[in-house]
């Protein structure tokens, strides 16, 4: 495990570069208006994306991981489900599209032909599937088939981002979106393209959709809990996005989307430790490995502090210089939301400690907790402050939840807290000895 973590965080740090590549070259071939039409869309597919998926690579992950010499189950319920999206899905974006109230609060003005609806398809199918293949690989800590493919997205993105940045003098500037759109598209695709070819040669099993209720039961169940949280959870990711747009327009958004999409690289920082913690967390018996956890949530937390902090401090001068001049107003609601996302990744960890425990519920609750938060606190603070108020109550909501989710350690796991957080001596002595090792 501790191989597999290391080399995972270290696969982070070309595809944090390359991600943060792509972003920086699309906000400037976009400009502010540009990048808050992108952020609408984009805030869109993931809301449809989350509705759909029915949290199920959660579930895929945790069965495979419990039995993984029998597939049929985790891959049959998600076949069902990824076919019954490719055809439910087409009515959902045609009943949206038909309200002019839906397609007002959803998507761009003027950019509401068909086109932009089948990005939304295409990006949510092709999601899906890919999820759902992570899932599965996970399950089968497969975790340099997915370090590869971490490196392979961000790779086929800042190539394409890149190359139409250096083609950009040839599109008017409403063209711009749309030739944006059409390389997310094309990223996606190849995307789904090496996915499907790596499941064909290292899993085998034949995708059959499975229809029997005894079968799919199970799987759903323990998905449901997490996917009711995830749901509410949409609300303190998301929330703030529609409610800036209606309050402060298009181009505040597109200024506070930079803001947002810039302090949301630090989520790639929990996502190694995330990733292989997972299936050794749900295929143990007991608790032989809570010491081993603790350990990479004090390293998950250090690391997030750390960066955050050097985040905060270049952030006056490195935001203009990369996003241009117009971006100056995304460096104040940069800084109030990396506390926000200090403990939101902090949450992340820990939250898996709540589902092995057996109280997944209490991770709904929390995330209820802080969706009440952000609502109030959008609708109360963004009209008055704009998108420094968003990003004041996106940090309290993180904060939040983060309670929520220690308290019911403590006091409903029993397991203390004061070892959770920062780095002990002996950390860095054991990352040294595993470092010589390999």
Known sequence: MKRGIIYTFLT???????YFVSSTVMTRMLGDVG???????????????????????????????KAPDDLRRSIGTAST?????????PLILWGLSASSRMTALLMPDHRISWTYWAFVYISIVSGLLNAAIAAVMLGLKKFRILNGMAILNATLSAIGFLGLFLLRDHFDVGDMLPAVLIVTVLVILVQSTVWSILYSIHVKQIPLPIWSWVIIRPLLAFSLAGYFSNLINLVNYRFDVWVVDQYHGVAALGIYAVAVGTGQLLFYVPDPFSRVVQPYLFGQVNDEMLSRFKAVARLNFTSLLGLGLIMGILAPWVIPLLFGDVFKGSVLPLQLLLPGILFSGATKILAQLVVHKGHQYFNLLATAV???????????????????????????????????????IRYRGGIPLHDMFLLRISDYQLLRQQLKWN
Do not use: C, H, K
Not at 13 to 18: A, D, E, I, K, R
Not at 42 to 57: D, E, I, K, P, R
Not at 81 to 89: A, G, H, K, Y
Not at 376 to 398: C, F, Q
């Open 370 to 408: 802080g969706a009440a938060f952000t609502i109030a606190l959008d609708l109360l603070l963004i009209p008055v402050w704009g998108i420094e108020g968003a990003a004041v109550a996106s940090t309290i909501s993180y904060l939040v939840i983060l309670v929520v989710v220690l308290l019911v």
């Open 81 to 89: 489900l990824l076919l019954l999206t490719v055809l439910v899905l």
């Open 12 to 18: 982070q740090v070309p595809t944090l570069l390359l």
């Open 35 to 65: 990048r808050g039409e992108y952020a609408l869309l984009n805030s869109q597919v993931v809301l449809l994306s989350l509705l759909m998926s029915l949290n199920l690579g959660l579930g895929i992950t945790y069965f495979t991981a």
